[in-house]
């Protein structure tokens, strides 16, 4: 019997819910999503490039492309050196956030008191300036990764937490009467059901998170470390070496963007993995 409560609550899960189906296939040709992208970036470093030159403005100031370009050939072995740390802290630092963050925002869904108990307090810390704290966690735990990583943390869990609860809360009403019709337990009713529909929000609010835990880290690379790419940032600015801080910016961009490619391509595998009822377009 528990097995066929199982099938049907599964059965629910793919085609209760009022959403649209998943289209696996792009919107538009694939080439455009590529080509217009890259022709908008060309042209924003034409401009930039054209502008530099035309102005006469120090390199002191602001450097054209070409010679951001030209540092990270000249130094790209010591760039990603540096930025092998900041890459390795940031998916350690996402990792606990997006941990935390599904944690807590299942609390949240599981009932209203502990919404009531956990929300408010998790909303004041949110609120709280995060870089006015970044002193204090070195106080706390030192100069070492530790600090850089909690910070990063408390950064980039809030998005994930708040993704998670309104994915949970928000399933189907009519699909969670069917289940308890069915019989269905708890844990079958949150595995077939309330989780795949709330797969969108989660990545949703990953794809924030991971976000953020650059920054975290980046911030905390500004105050206590002695590598990564934030380190370079500051050394570079102190001593007025302008293209190698635009150079290490770029390669943080960079970071980010192959994060950020990362969760959203494990968000179409999980996807398509569990059948969620909704595409990633209708939440993000």
Not at 58 to 64: D, E
Not at 92 to 98: C, H, K, M, N, P
Not at 190 to 204: E, K, L, M, N, T
Request: hydrophobic share 60%.
């Amino acid at each position: 019997m528990a097995v066929d409560v199982s099938q049907a609550a599964g059965r629910i899960g793919r085609a209760v819910f009022p959403a649209r189906p998943i289209s696996w296939r792009p919107h538009g040709p694939a080439i455009r999503r590529v080509v217009l992208p890259l022709a908008f970036v060309v042209i924003v470093f034409a401009a930039w490039e054209a502008a530099v030159r035309l102005s006469g403005v120090s390199s002191m100031i602001i450097v054209p492309p070409s010679a951001i370009l030209g540092v990270l050939s000249q130094h790209y072995a010591i760039l990603m050196q540096h930025a092998l740390p900041t890459l390795t802290e940031t998916v350690l630092g996402f990792s606990l956030a997006s941990l935390l963050g599904i944690v807590l925002g299942t609390l949240i869904a599981s009932s209203e008191r502990m919404r009531q108990a956990i929300y408010p307090n998790m909303v004041l810390f949110q609120v709280i300036p995060k870089v006015a704290l970044a002193p204090l966690f070195i106080v706390w735990l030192g100069i070492g990764m530790p600090s850089r990583l909690a910070f990063a943390v408390f950064i980039a869990f809030f998005p994930v937490a708040v993704s998670t609860a309104a994915g949970l809360s928000g399933t189907s009403p009519a699909a969670l009467r069917l289940c308890r019709s069915l019989t269905a337990s708890r844990w079958q009713t949150f595995v077939h059901v309330r989780f795949p529909y709330a797969v969108p929000y989660i990545f949703a609010g990953l794809k924030v998170g991971v976000t953020m835990a650059v920054i975290g880290i980046v911030v905390g690379e500004f105050v206590t470390a002695q590598a990564g790419l934030g380190y370079i940032i500051m050394f570079a600015s102190s001593a007025a070496e302008t293209a190698l801080a635009f150079a290490a910016v770029l390669l943080l961009c960079a970071v980010g963007v192959i994060l950020y490619g990362v969760v959203a391509a494990l968000e179409m595998a999980v996807m398509r993995k569990l059948d969620a009822p909704m595409s990633a377009g209708d939440v993000v």
